[in-house]
């Protein structure tokens, strides 16, 4: 079974961060859940939170493992995990109908082809319910400039793994997201000189306090943390 360092230590910011947004017993699809950490601990402090992990077909049998194993027992009340669902953002047959309160992604923005963020972004327009959230944790560059050595350095290492991957411009997201009917809301700084985008689709919004409308940046926060790269 997969067990990833980085989602150990970002558990808890990234917790705290969705928190704060998700309104509650929020429905949420998790795109690229990975080792099924995030959707475990989330799951244990969410009460009446609904998580749909889904991931492409070659993570999928670790992911169901921890599923099964650690997502059954011990969540927080109401809070369900549903069986991991199979999913490549570049397949729009793949999606789920939705609709979900919440899109959530960690650490694939850079992962994936630069051509497959767009796609990200349509397919979680199109299951979005109308008002609801996107949520984008990880690196990203700033005016096309790593905001950190730390940054640059790993992006710098993706790139010579392989010249399709490299960390995104949160900019130029925020302006393909638009394009797709999802609005930027906040630009929540993390840890280790990550950042969380949080975007919402057009329409009748979520009755929650933190989805009025927001200037791009306006919800920039700071954190003391050192910078060591947590991807």
């Known amino acids: 079974m997969r067990f990833s360092e980085a989602c150990e230590r970002n558990k808890e910011p ?3 961060v969705l928190r704060q947004w998700l309104p509650p017993n929020a429905r949420v699809l998790e795109v690229g859940s990975g080792s099924g950490q995030h959707a475990v601990h989330v799951a244990r402090q969410l009460a009446g939170l609904q998580w ?3 991931d492409r077909a070659e993570y999928l049998a670790d992911l169901r493992e921890r599923i ?19 999913l490549d953002v570049d397949r729009a047959e793949q999606w789920p109908r939705g609709p979900y309160e919440a899109v959530f992604s960690a650490n694939t923005t850079h992962i994936m082809e630069a051509a497959s963020v767009p796609r990200l972004l349509a397919g979680a327009a199109r299951v979005l319910a109308p008002g609801g959230l996107l949520l984008l944790y990880g690196p990203f560059l700033g005016g096309g400039v790593p905001t950190a050595p730390s940054n640059a350095a790993f992006d710098a290492h993706l790139r010579s793994l392989d010249p399709a991957m490299g960390l995104r411009d949160a900019q130029e997201v925020s302006e393909q997201a638009l394009s797709l009917g999802l609005e930027a809301l906040a630009d929540e700084a993390m840890p280790a000189n990550n950042r969380t985008l ?6 009748i919004s979520i009755r929650h306090p933190l989805t009025a409308p927001l200037a791009w940046g306006l919800r920039q926060r700071r954190t003391n943390a050192p910078d060591q790269k947590q991807a």
């Open 14 to 16: 990234i917790l705290q």
């Open 52 to 54: 749909q992990p889904s």
């Open 68 to 86: 099964s194993l650690e997502g059954r027992e011990g969540l927080a009340p109401g809070a369900q995990l549903a069986k991991p669902l199979e």
């Open 198 to 203: 949080v975007f919402r689709k057009r329409g």
